[in-house]
């Protein structure tokens, strides 16, 4: 009996496994229609369908990046990759035709949005304008990052590399993030560091304090680092001063407590040892 190929044998249950999600997944038009309803659902400024369709480029470069992604799951390439560029052209926005979206995927603006060829984006993200999922080497595989449901990620930030952005995260505006992100967390600064975790945020939105990306809300680590230095300088001068008042050969009391803005009721020792002062009490 003739034995199979394993190399065969894999590539065999590879495509069948892309052939069982392919038929569990949602019609492109379907998928379509969920995109033109979420921009609705998250834009204010959207009015109507009829204007989403032919105005809004995140949703027409969706909906040529969907077919190029079926065509190249197909095995097409040249194809895929003409239809990319014909979008690119037309809507600013630049995304590999073998990156794998989500549903209800949502572009804002759209302009400078670039995703590489290995990109993962679950449902309900939205992304706005100049962000880029890229990746650090030139190695082949898995170099792009993974981006988890519910993820939003605000406009100019930078996601790179092979790491993983957790469920429902939060990426600040012109952040560089270059790290996993956990669940529910929001990045801020360059490189990207977690500022709020999932408790902080479900505390906040108790209290009517729900952070999104309102960046005027978000704390800025850098900016705090910058307060605390800025205190501890001015502490540290005031001790120095006191230590040179205290180490100077014509130091008083008086002069000491002065230093220190308060009031001093006690003697100098000038006042407390002169000769007429200790002719007063009989010594």
Partial sequence: MKREDPALEAIQAMSANDQSQASSQPSWWSCLKEDVACVLARDPAARNRFEVWT???????????????????????????????VARWFTNVDIHPGARIGRRFFI??????????????GDD?????????????????????????????G???????????????RVAANSVVIDNVPEAATVVGIPGRVVIREEHRKSSAKAGMAINLDHHLIPDPVGKAIGCLLDRISELEHELKLIRHMTSPDATVESI???CDDTCSQPTFSTAYSPSSRRQTGA
């Fill in 55 to 85: 105005i809004y480029p995140g949703v027409q470069a969706m909906a040529l990046h969907r077919l190029a992604h079926a065509l190249w799951r197909a095995g097409w390439r040249f194809m895929p990759r003409w239809l990319s560029f």
């Fill in 108 to 121: 804002d603006h759209g302009a400078g949005v670039v995703i590489g060829e290995t990109a993962e984006i």
């Fill in 125 to 153: 993200v939205t992304l706005y304008h100049g962000v880029t999922l890229g990746g650090t080497t030139w190695q082949p595989g898995k170099r792009h990052p993974t981006l988890g449901d519910g993820v939003v990620v």
């Fill in 155 to 169: 406009a100019g930030a930078k996601i790179l590399g092979a790491i993983t952005i957790g469920h429902r995260a």
């Fill in 257 to 259: 407590c002065q230093s």
